[in-house]
């Protein structure tokens, strides 16, 4: 009956997930209009500090960070629900495409209906720079470590050890002062280690049984390699979808085809380059977490086993890649809050939400150029992204436009065009 209390709560987190586009720098964004600003679930320091933990962890972050908001709300159940609804949508929509992935024609028309999705997902991503910046940097020394985490990210956005090293540099950079006092009185948090104890176990299960399939050529041994891969890939890759992709695609594709590697497992799940390719694209342009791109590989490396494989390839790369995120956050978070207690943790914080700030702002200016913006070209299509960027920072920053509404509105701009 306490789940039922929840339910606008829940109402709201799958609104976000039909309408949260641009990767986990463009979800902070959304999630300060709709979880800060509209709901008030949290406040903007605690998302801001929300989000900096689960940037030190491997998995995905925006996911994370948005499980946390229902930990807090209602507990370990909540945050389940809460992040079963948040993948939902991008997982299903990623499977089907991976049975409908042959027919390329409305694979282009999709890529035209979001034309201006990654632009609008810019400016989202702006709005949570400027918001941050009003709340973390107020400083010399969280100015000094704000511009010198936008630097970085915009040079090795793509680097995966980026933003924690970030992170970690900035929370040490801070505890040079003692003017923050942490304080007394908080109240520990009760460690409970059943999360850290299943994480470690399905780790070694996986790799064994993985392993024990392939040697033994069990029936459907796919299924369990799949598992293991997609299990790894959750527990152990730092930087998001960026780095998640790649190794991926060097898991699937590059490794399926050398001679070496086929010699020795003639049966290794491979993916179509072009196919997986093509998923890459198409995860970018659908609202939810990057990471649902594992349902639609899950389904594409399981293609050739017939459609009931394939439909167990997308539950299982939608599920194993998830897993890991939701057992360390919820392990790793009670043990953060009773690190705060001390002046080293807690003087960190002011430099780590500071060089927040500044992987927001050099994730601004990356996007920008990687979206190949250049008005000197005279192009019509890179002064309407500019407008676009432009026009959905103004909204987000000066007017109370619901964040789908401004989605919505960019789909209908790219249908027009």
Known sequence: MKLLRHIPFLKTVFLYSITAFGGPQGHMGMMIKTFVHKRRDVTEEELIEYNAFCNLLP????????????????????????LLIWIFPACLLMSLFSFFISYSNEYLELNKLFLFIRPMAVGFIAFSACRMYKIAVHNLITRIIMVVATICTFYFFKTPWIFPSLIVAAGIATNFS????????????????????????????AGYLSEAARKNEWKHRSAYNLFENFYRFGS???????????????????????????????????ADKADFLTGSGIVRAIPGPVFSICAYTGGLVMRSRGPNMQLLGCIIGAVAIFLPSILLVLFFFPVWQNLQKYAIIYRSLEGINAAITGIMTGATFYLMKDISIDIMQGRALNILNVAVIAITLFLLLKTRIPSPVIVIGCILLGWIF
């Open 178 to 205: 003692s003017k923050r006092i942490p304080q007394k009185g908080v109240r520990s948090k009760k460690i409970k280690w059943g999360n850290m104890l299943i994480f470690i176990a399905l780790f070694i299960i």
């Open 59 to 82: 998995g995905a972050s925006s996911t994370q960070t948005l499980t946390l908001i229902g930990y807090k709300r209602g507990g370990i159940l909540l945050a389940i629900f809460t």
């Open 236 to 270: 152990l890759v730092f930087g998001g979808g960026d780095v998640l992709i790649p190794l991926m695609y060097e898991q699937y594709v590059s490794r399926s085809e050398n001679p070496q590697v086929i010699k020795k497992n003639p049966r290794i799940l491979k």
